[in-house]
């Protein structure tokens, strides 16, 4: 992983390697009881999943981060780890997934995370979420038209939400209209190849507040997006 990281310009430490290495196995381990991945081999693992969440760290803001869907704990867990600037907060709603998430920050003794069990639509609602994170991220959730509801309510203006997808052309095209009328602009659209894959970081930045009839709820964030 260190050396492949370094071809991106991606540095890792001792303590870092050691901290991934913990997470494989936790990851691993888990799995067997909990559906977090159908990734199990260990270089798989450390190139699919920890070397793809560190592609997109450059575009993290410092301060508060909030990971949407945060599931088996990517991008967030490499975040944490890369990330010492950064306070993550994994929001995710299955309580099975909330107990791995919380045996990582423990195992990988992360002081810069915590874990949220619940759904973005309605955590975004509450004042004391919304619009109050620097940045936000999402891997494998859902079509960009409908993450960009969930995430950006989470926002604070002049900070962003940062997309992890695979070739992502159509879905950036079809999510316009969202972006724009939820409170965000298109920033950057940073194209990469992993291992014979396309890969994609979306960079939405916040230039206004949501509006507070977003996200609307009831699952009509996927069944009718914007």
């Known amino acids: 992983l260190e050396a492949k990281c370094s071809t991106w310009n991606i540095a890792l430490t001792g303590t870092q390697l050691d901290q991934l290495d913990a997470f494989a196995q936790i990851l691993v381990d888990y799995n067997q009881k909990v559906n977090l991945t159908a990734i199990t081999d260990r270089e798989e693992i450390f190139v699919k999943h920890f070397l793809d969440s560190a592609l997109g760290i450059s575009c993290v803001q410092p301060g508060n981060l909030i990971d949407i869907g945060s599931g088996g704990g990517l991008p ?4 944490a780890v890369f990330r010492e600037d950064v306070f993550v907060t994994m929001l995710e709603a299955t309580g099975k997934k909330c107990d791995f998430l919380n045996a990582v920050i423990e ?16 955590y ?4 004391t979420y919304r619009e109050r994170f620097d940045c936000c991220t ?7 038209n409908t993450l ?3 995430a950006l309510p989470f926002v604070r203006v002049s900070g ?3 997309a992890y997808k695979g070739d992502a052309a159509e879905e950036t095209a079809e ?3 969202a972006i724009a009328l939820l409170g965000g602009r298109l920033k950057e659209e ?15 930045e916040k230039v206004k507040s949501t509006p507070p009839q977003y996200p609307r709820g009831r699952g009509k964030e996927r069944k009718q997006p914007l």
């Open 76 to 79: 967030a867990v490499p975040i």
């Open 107 to 122: 195992t990988l003794n992360l002081k810069n995370a915590r874990v949220l069990n619940g759904r973005a639509e309605e």
């Open 124 to 127: 975004s609602r509450m004042q």
């Open 138 to 144: 999402a891997r494998a959730v859902a079509r960009m």
């Open 148 to 150: 960009c509801e969930y």
């Open 160 to 162: 962003s939400f940062v």
């Open 175 to 177: 999510a316009a209209r």
């Open 190 to 204: 940073k194209r990469m190849e992993l291992e014979g894959a396309c890969r994609t970081i979306v960079v939405v």
